[in-house]
C-alpha cells in the first residue's frame, strides 16, 4: 500500500480560512428565492426584501469606514502615536546609554531600549553604530540617523503608509523635542503684560445716623464668605502676539521641513555642551607654570610671556576716508601694545584740498590740509508754494481735473500712475516728421472702465467704506493648524526636530496650546461642546471591533484518515506559523486601537502622570503590554484573563 502524499506547509498556507467563515443568512435566502422565483409569487417581493437588506448592511460597512477614517484623521498627523509615561522615561535615559555603547563600542543599551520603546526591528550592528557615532551622542538626531538608514528615506518625507515602528520612531522624535519646541514657542509669541491698575474699593463701614434712635437704624455689612480669591475667579483674556503671523503656501512650508540645515546646527550644540561638560581644564597632577615657580625672575619672565600674546588694537582712527597710513611696528606703552604709524599718505580725492598752510616738525616741513571743497553741484531749480504755473494750462484740462475730484479734494489717477508703458508721441527723424499716435491717445481716458469696476466693487462689499482700509487677518479668526503651520515655519532655522516633520501642524498636543495662547481658556459652551464630540467618537469606536480571527488548520477528511507519526514535524511547523501570524495581528489591531482611543482625549492634550499611567493600563501602547489568549489551546477556560503593563 502507497504511503498517502501529506501536502507542504506553503499549500496548506495557501487554503487557510477563518473560524466558522460563512455567507449571513440573507444572501443565502436570497439566492435560494431567486433560483425559486418561477414556484412562488411571493419570492420577488421577499427577495427585494433582502436585496434591501444587504444595501442596508453594505450602507453601515461604508458608514464605519467613514467614522475610522475620521477617527484616525483627528488622532493627528498619519504617522503619530501616543507614548506611555514608561516610554518617555526610555526615551529621556537614551542619551546616556548612547554614551556608554559608544565606549564599549557594543549596543546593548541602545537595543534594550529600542525594544522598551516598542521598536521590533532587526537592526544590523554596523547600521546601529554608524547612527550612534554620527549623532554626536543626541537622541534625536540618533532616532533621525536610524530611520534614515533603514527606511532609505529621511523622516521629513511622507509616506503612504506607516508600519508600527516607523510610527513609534517618528513620535519619539516629536517627545524628544516637545518641551523645547513650546518653550521656543512661548518666546516667538512672547508680548509685555501690561500692568493693570487695580481699584482699591472701599470697605463699606458701619455708621450711625445722626438722628434720634439712630442706633437702632445702623447698618451692618457683612462681606460674604467664599473659599476662592477673586484673582482667580476672573479669566483673563489672552495676551496679543508679540509678532505678525506670516502665512505661507503648502508649497514653501514643505521646503522648509526638507531642509536638513538644522541637524547641522543640533550636532554644533551638542559638541558644545560637550565641551561645557569638561570644567577642569588642566590634569590634577600638572598645575600651570604660574603655580609651579616661585623664582621671581621667572614670574617676571612668564608675565612677559603674557605681554607678547596681548595683541594690538588698531585704536588710531583716520579723519578722512582718504588717508592711508603705514604700521611700522609695535611699542608698549603702559603695558599695553600700540601701534606706531609712519609713511601718511592722502589719496587723491575728487574733491579739492584746503591748504592750511605749512608746519615745521622735526626740522620736516609738513603741510597741513584743513578741508576739501567739493565740485559746485547742478541745482535743479523747484517751483515756490505761490508758483501759479497750473494757470499756463488749458481751460479743458481744468475742468476735466475739477470733475475728477473726489469728496476730499483729491485728485485721481485712473491707474496711470509714473511713465507711461505705451509710445504715443514719437519725435522727427531724418527719415519722418513728428507725429501723434490718435488711435492711442484716444483710448486714453478709462472713465467707463473706472465707473464700471467702481460699481463692481461697491456691490459686493457689504456695507459702505468711506475710507479705503488694507484687508487684515486676525489670528483669533484662523485655523489652529495654520497658525501652528506658520508658528513652526519661523521655527525652521533652530535645531528643533518638530518642525521638520511632514503634518507637524496636525499633533493635538501643540495645536491646544496655539488655542490657549491665542483664543485664552475655554468657554463652559466649547468645553461642553467638546464633552459631546468626545461621548460620540466613544461610541463608534464601541462599535468597532478590533479582534483578529484565528486561522483554521485546513486539513480535509482524507488527510487526516491518513496522518501517521511522520507529519508531526508538518503539524508543529504549521501551528507555530499560524499562532504567531495571529499573535501578530492581534497585537497591531490593539496597538492601533489605542491610537485611535487617543484621539477622544485631545482637547485635554496636556494629560498628567497619573492619567497616562491609567490609559496605558487599560490602552498598552507597547507590544510587550499586551497579552493574547492561544486560540489553538484546548483549556476552555485559560487562566490568565489579561495581562496589563503596571501603574
Given at each position: 500500500m502507497a504511503t498517502y502524499k501529506m501536502p507542504t506547509v506553503q499549500q496548506f498556507l495557501k487554503k487557510k480560512k477563518i473560524y466558522d467563515h460563512k455567507d449571513p443568512v440573507w444572501v443565502y435566502l436570497e439566492r435560494e428565492m431567486r433560483n425559486n422565483i418561477d414556484k412562488k409569487p411571493y419570492n420577488e417581493k421577499v427577495g427585494n426584501w433582502l436585496k434591501f437588506l444587504k444595501d442596508l448592511?453594505?450602507?453601515?460597512?461604508?458608514?464605519?469606514?467613514?467614522?475610522?477614517?475620521?477617527?484616525?484623521?483627528?488622532?493627528?498627523?498619519?504617522?503619530?502615536?501616543?507614548?506611555?509615561?514608561?516610554?518617555?522615561?526610555?526615551?529621556?535615559?537614551?542619551?546616556?546609554?548612547?554614551?556608554?555603547?559608544?565606549?564599549?563600542?557594543?549596543?546593548?543599551?541602545?537595543?534594550?531600549?529600542?525594544?522598551?520603546?516598542?521598536?521590533?526591528?532587526?537592526?544590523?550592528?554596523?547600521?546601529?553604530?554608524?547612527?550612534?557615532?554620527?549623532?554626536?551622542?543626541?537622541?534625536?538626531?540618533?532616532?533621525?540617523?536610524?530611520?534614515?538608514?533603514?527606511?532609505?528615506?529621511?523622516?521629513?518625507?511622507?509616506?503612504?503608509?506607516?508600519?508600527?515602528?516607523?510610527?513609534?520612531?517618528?513620535?519619539?522624535?516629536?517627545?524628544?523635542?516637545?518641551?523645547?519646541?513650546?518653550?521656543?514657542?512661548?518666546?516667538?509669541?512672547?508680548?509685555?503684560?501690561?500692568?493693570?491698575?487695580?481699584?482699591?474699593?472701599?470697605?463699606?463701614?458701619?455708621?450711625?445716623?445722626?438722628?434720634?434712635?439712630?442706633?437702632?437704624?445702623?447698618?451692618?455689612?457683612?462681606?460674604?464668605?467664599?473659599?476662592?480669591?477673586?484673582?482667580?475667579?476672573?479669566?483673563?483674556?489672552?495676551?496679543?502676539?508679540?509678532?505678525?503671523?506670516?502665512?505661507?503656501?503648502?508649497?514653501?512650508?514643505?521646503?522648509?521641513?526638507?531642509?536638513?540645515?538644522?541637524?547641522?546646527?543640533?550636532?554644533?550644540?551638542?559638541?558644545?555642551?560637550?565641551?561645557?561638560?569638561?570644567?577642569?581644564?588642566?590634569?590634577?597632577?600638572?598645575?600651570?607654570?604660574?603655580?609651579?615657580?616661585?623664582?621671581?625672575?621667572?614670574?617676571?619672565?612668564?608675565?612677559?610671556?603674557?605681554?607678547?600674546?596681548?595683541?594690538?588694537?588698531?585704536?588710531?582712527?583716520?579723519?578722512?576716508?582718504?588717508?592711508?597710513?603705514?604700521?611700522?611696528?609695535?611699542?608698549?606703552?603702559?603695558?599695553?601694545?600700540?601701534?606706531?604709524?609712519?609713511?601718511?599718505?592722502?589719496?587723491?580725492?575728487?574733491?579739492?584740498?584746503?591748504?592750511?598752510?605749512?608746519?615745521?616738525?622735526?626740522?620736516?616741513?609738513?603741510?597741513?590740509?584743513?578741508?576739501?571743497?567739493?565740485?559746485?553741484?547742478?541745482?535743479?531749480?523747484?517751483?515756490?508754494?505761490?508758483c501759479e504755473c497750473i494757470s499756463k494750462w488749458d481751460d479743458i484740462v481744468m475742468t476735466y481735473l475739477k470733475q475728477s475730484k473726489c469728496k476730499c479734494g483729491h485728485l485721481y489717477d485712473f491707474y496711470n500712475e509714473g511713465i507711461p508703458l505705451e509710445k504715443y508721441f514719437y519725435q522727427s527723424t531724418r527719415n519722418g516728421p513728428y507725429w501723434i499716435d490718435n488711435a492711442k491717445v484716444y483710448q486714453l481716458d478709462p472713465m467707463e472702465d473706472f465707473i464700471k469696476e467702481t460699481i463692481r466693487e461697491s456691490l459686493m462689499s457689504a456695507e459702505p467704506t468711506p475710507e479705503a482700509s488694507m484687508p487684515t487677518i486676525l489670528p483669533s479668526g484662523l485655523k489652529e493648524k495654520d497658525l501652528l503651520a506658520a508658528f513652526l515655519a519661523d521655527l525652521s532655522d533652530t535645531p528643533l526636530l518638530i518642525p521638520h516633520l511632514p503634518h507637524a501642524n496636525l499633533l493635538n498636543n501643540l495645536q491646544e496650546w496655539v488655542r490657549k495662547r491665542v483664543k485664552g481658556q475655554l468657554t463652559p459652551a466649547d468645553d461642553k461642546q467638546l464633552l459631546l464630540q468626545s461621548q460620540r467618537r466613544w461610541l463608534d469606536l464601541k462599535h468597532m471591533d478590533f479582534r483578529a480571527r484565528a486561522y483554521r488548520i485546513p486539513f480535509t477528511l482524507k488527510q487526516l484518515k491518513h496522518m501517521n507519526w511522520s507529519h508531526r514535524h508538518v503539524v508543529q511547523t504549521l501551528f507555530e506559523i499560524l499562532l504567531d501570524d495571529f499573535v501578530t495581528r492581534n497585537r497591531l489591531l490593539q496597538l492601533n486601537q489605542t491610537r485611535l482611543w487617543w484621539s477622544t482625549t485631545k482637547y485635554d492634550a496636556y494629560a498628567s502622570k497619573a492619567f497616562l499611567d491609567i490609559y496605558f493600563t487599560y490602552m498598552p501602547g507597547r507590544m510587550k503590554d499586551t497579552f493574547l489568549i492561544n486560540p489553538y489551546s484546548s483549556e476552555l477556560t485559560p487562566k490568565h484573563g489579561a495581562k496589563t503593563c503596571p501603574l
Open positions: 448592511k453594505y450602507y453601515y460597512y461604508c458608514e464605519e469606514k467613514r467614522k475610522l477614517k475620521r477617527l484616525s484623521r483627528e488622532v493627528g498627523p498619519p504617522w503619530y502615536y501616543e507614548l506611555s509615561s514608561s516610554q518617555r522615561e526610555v526615551l529621556f535615559a537614551l542619551k546616556i546609554n548612547i554614551h556608554q555603547d559608544l565606549l564599549e563600542d557594543l549596543p546593548i543599551r541602545t537595543r534594550k531600549s529600542l525594544s522598551d520603546l516598542g521598536v521590533t526591528l532587526k537592526i544590523p550592528k554596523p547600521l546601529l553604530m554608524k547612527a550612534m557615532t554620527n549623532s554626536f551622542e543626541d537622541p534625536g538626531v540618533f532616532i533621525w540617523n536610524l530611520y534614515s538608514a533603514y527606511y532609505r528615506q529621511p523622516p521629513s518625507e511622507l509616506r503612504a503608509e506607516y508600519d508600527m515602528n516607523a510610527m513609534i520612531l517618528m513620535s519619539c522624535l516629536v517627545f524628544i523635542d516637545l518641551a523645547e519646541c513650546i518653550e521656543k514657542l512661548e518666546k516667538l509669541t512672547y508680548s509685555a503684560k501690561i500692568p493693570s491698575v487695580p481699584t482699591d474699593k472701599k470697605p463699606r463701614r458701619n455708621f450711625q445716623p445722626n438722628v434720634r434712635y439712630g442706633e437702632y437704624l445702623q447698618k451692618c455689612y457683612v462681606p460674604c464668605y467664599s473659599t476662592h480669591s477673586k484673582s482667580n475667579q476672573s479669566k483673563q483674556k489672552p495676551l496679543p502676539l508679540g509678532y505678525k503671523v506670516r502665512l505661507r503656501s503648502d508649497e514653501s512650508y514643505e521646503r522648509l521641513c526638507k531642509n536638513h540645515d538644522f541637524l547641522e546646527k543640533r550636532k554644533d550644540r551638542n559638541k558644545k555642551e560637550k565641551q561645557l561638560e569638561r570644567i577642569c581644564k588642566y590634569k590634577f597632577w600638572e598645575p600651570p607654570s604660574t603655580l609651579r615657580n616661585t623664582d621671581p625672575k621667572m614670574v617676571a619672565y612668564v608675565n612677559k610671556l603674557k605681554m607678547f600674546k596681548k595683541k594690538a588694537k588698531p585704536k588710531y582712527k583716520a579723519p578722512y576716508k582718504n588717508v592711508q597710513y603705514l604700521v611700522g611696528g609695535v611699542s608698549f606703552v603702559g603695558g599695553q601694545p600700540r601701534y606706531l604709524l609712519n609713511n601718511v599718505s592722502l589719496l587723491p580725492t575728487g574733491y579739492i584740498p584746503i591748504n592750511n598752510g605749512v608746519a615745521c616738525f622735526n626740522g620736516e616741513f609738513v603741510t597741513n590740509i584743513h578741508g576739501y571743497w567739493k565740485f559746485p553741484k547742478e541745482v535743479k531749480e523747484i517751483c515756490d508754494t505761490n
